[in-house]
Nanobody, 123 residues
Framework: VQLQASGGGLVQAGGSLRLSCVVS????????IGWFRQSPGKEREFVAR????????SYANSVKDRFTISRDFALNTVYLQMNNLNPEDTAVYFC?????????????????WGQGTQVTVSS
């Protein structure tokens, strides 16, 4: 499976961005898709995921109620809508895929990764 993330950019605090992850090689009902982020000097951390069959969602506490993960089967694309952004959200955001329905939040356990997209939130 191949993943292509896009949609990053520079936004002011309080603003919004929508990231996209186009998945190829597998359909979304066979892959759980997750979003992770990594800031300089920090480990890659889990942000959100959507399970492959039921579409159940899970979020990191730091983004709950601000970020929403969703998917479009026709476009084989997963989105991350990010609202009320703050400077602590600044990071490179990655999408990832896994064959299991509910993979762990440990990024080392996920099967496939796309390249990252930079999100910068100015104060």
């Amino acid at each position: 499976v191949q993943l292509q993330a896009s949609g990053g950019g520079l936004v002011q605090a309080g603003g919004s961005l929508r990231l996209s992850c186009v998945v190829s090689g597998r359909t979304l009902n066979t892959q759980t898709i997750g979003w992770f982020r990594q800031s300089p000097g920090k480990e890659r951390e889990f942000v959100a995921r959507i399970s492959k069959v039921q579409g159940l969602t899970s979020y990191a506490n730091s983004v709950k109620d601000r970020f929403t993960i969703s998917r479009d089967f026709a476009l084989n694309t997963v989105y991350l809508q990010m609202n009320n952004l703050n400077p602590e959200d600044t990071a490179v955001y990655f999408c990832a895929a896994d064959r299991v329905s509910f993979p762990t939040t440990d990024p080392t356990t996920w099967d496939s990764w796309g390249q990252g997209t930079q999100v910068t939130v100015s104060s």
